[in-house]
């Protein structure tokens, strides 16, 4: 599958979060939806940006968005780190990468090194309190965020393009 375009059906998809309940993109009718995909569950740029999808779910709600995110992680995975944040917004688990392929999510080593250049982000990362050795291990996927509208049409496309690069949450917020 090839990357997805702006103005596109979004691609519906049924999957389980790692708590075992069934999400589908169809259960989310008339609401707009931020689909956020992100590497493995350990991966410590992934979990600073599910804690800022945890702060400001009150005003991103408010705005009539549901946030479903997508880890390249077993649900054990999911529970050992990122599911620690108790996210009120589904966390799917998808270890066999099925919705990345759906959507066109690449891995990169290059986005690695991208992001292991960036001085003021490696430093955020290590001061984070997420930063762990397992994540080197995981694989280099990039992130990707899609603003899906009411209609379920793609109104943003957002591919990464390192490791904790993804769509500015003032650009969610200020979604009309």
Same mark, same amino acid.
């Given at each position: 599958?090839?990357?997805?375009?702006?103005?596109?059906?979004?691609?519906?998809f049924?999957?389980t979060d790692?708590?075992?309940?069934?999400v589908?993109?169809?259960?989310?009718?008339?609401?707009?939806?931020?689909?956020?995909?992100?590497?493995?569950?350990?991966?410590?740029?992934?979990?600073?940006?599910?804690?800022?999808?945890?702060?400001?779910?009150?005003?991103?709600?408010?705005?009539?968005?549901?946030?479903?995110?997508?880890?390249?992680?077993? #649900?054990?995975?999911?529970?050992?780190?990122a599911?620690?944040?108790?996210?009120?917004?589904?966390?799917?688990a998808?270890?066999?990468?099925?919705?990345y392929?759906l959507?066109?999510i690449?891995? #990169? #080593?290059?986005?690695?090194?991208?992001?292991?250049?960036?001085?003021?982000?490696?430093?955020?990362?290590?001061?984070?309190?997420?930063?762990?050795?397992k994540?080197?291990?995981?694989?280099?996927?990039?992130?990707?965020?899609?603003?899906?509208?009411?209609?379920?049409?793609?109104?943003?496309?957002?591919?990464g393009?390192?490791?904790?690069?993804?769509?500015?949450?003032?650009?969610i917020?200020?979604?009309?």
């Amino acid at each position: 599958m090839g990357k997805v375009q702006v103005e596109e059906q979004a691609k519906k998809f049924v999957a389980t979060d790692y708590l075992g309940n069934m999400v589908k993109l169809t259960d989310y009718p008339n609401k707009r939806v931020l689909l956020s995909f992100f590497r493995g569950a350990s991966c410590p740029f992934c979990n600073m940006r599910i804690h800022q999808l945890i702060k400001a779910y009150p005003q991103i709600k408010e705005k009539g968005i549901q946030p479903i995110t997508v880890f390249a992680a077993t #649900s054990e995975e999911i529970v050992k780190y990122a599911g620690k944040q108790n996210a009120p917004f589904p966390i799917i688990a998808d270890p066999s990468l099925e919705l990345y392929k759906l959507y066109g999510i690449e891995e #990169s #080593s290059v986005g690695m090194l991208k992001a292991m250049m960036n001085p003021a982000k490696m430093v955020r990362m290590m001061f984070s309190g997420f930063f762990n050795m397992k994540s080197i291990k995981d694989r280099p996927i990039i992130p990707a965020d899609f603003l899906i509208a009411s209609d379920m049409k793609i109104h943003k496309v957002y591919y990464g393009k390192d490791f904790g690069d993804h769509v500015p949450l003032q650009e969610i917020l200020d979604w009309k």
